[in-house]
T-cell receptor
Framework: ELKVEQNPLFLSMQEGKNYTIYCNYSTTSDRLYWYRQDPGKSLESLFVLLSNGAVKQEGRLMASLDTKARLSTLHITAAVHDLSATYFCAVGFNAGGTSYGKLTFGQGTILTVHP | KAGVTQTPRYLIKTRGQQVTLSCSPISGHRSVSWYQQTPGQGLQFLFEYFSETQRNKGNFPGRFSGRQFSNSRSEMNVSTLELGDSALYLC???????????????FGPGTRLLVL
């Protein structure tokens, strides 16, 4: 069974600081996704990482994927208050075509950015 | 392009009742997946439909069922509601890859179900 684990689960940051959220998964996967969820809202797609060594950046967020280590990171640079949200990684796993449409999510990291 | 829409947005039911939730995918998307989100269990996959066929199912009891119509709209039904079914139910749509390819899933706003 595919397991996806994030750490830390809670992250309190000061504005202007850098930090990294880690996402480990237990089985080979062909897709790794990062989503953001604001309180009471739905999930917003941030990144999709398709191959080993993939790196994507959007504003102050940068995501990377190491398929050999089964590890993805979400790096936050010079945090601002607007980044406060819950961040989820999710893994799509294709096992002979039986995993269509199924994402397995990590527990989520609640990020709070303080002035 | 309009996003994924879900109705109703909020619902209050009592134990033993049944409920039907609706999801309209992004135009052109043929795959609809459903997820349950609770504080205790997080986000859990319920099932996925593509071209009116259920292609994948999560580990939920048979009280949870779904279907998809020819216009790709999907409904999920929960019968004999239990207190533990209180959750945010999210649907997500994608193009619906062939050959095992999975595209980004785009999520709707969710239906918040409270079972009393």
């Amino acid at each position: 069974e595919l397991k996806v684990e994030q750490n830390p689960l809670f992250l309190s940051m000061q504005e202007g600081k850098n930090y990294t959220i880690y996402c480990n998964y237990s089985t080979t996967s062909d897709r790794l996704y990062w989503y953001r969820q604001d309180p009471g809202k739905s999930l917003e797609s941030l990144f999709v990482l398709l191959s080993n060594g993939a790196v994507k950046q959007e504003g102050r967020l940068m995501a990377s994927l190491d398929t050999k280590a089964r590890l993805s990171t979400l790096h936050i640079t010079a945090a601002v208050h607007d980044l406060s949200a819950t961040y989820f990684c999710a893994v799509g796993f294709n096992a002979g075509g039986t995993s269509y449409g199924k994402l397995t999510f990590g527990q989520g990291t609640i990020l709070t950015v303080h002035p | 392009k309009a996003g994924v829409t879900q109705t109703p947005r909020y619902l209050i039911k009592t134990r033993g009742q049944q409920v039907t939730l609706s999801c309209s995918p992004i135009s052109g998307h043929r795959s609809v997946s459903w997820y349950q989100q609770t504080p205790g269990q997080g986000l859990q996959f319920l099932f996925e439909y593509f071209s009116e066929t259920q292609r994948n199912k999560g580990n939920f009891p048979g009280r949870f069922s779904g279907r998809q119509f020819s216009n790709s709209r999907s409904e999920m039904n929960v019968s004999t509601l239990e207190l533990g079914d209180s959750a945010l139910y999210l649907c997500a749509s994608s193009l619906g890859g062939v050959g095992g390819y999975q595209e980004t899933q785009y999520f709707g706003p969710g239906t918040r179900l409270l079972v009393l």
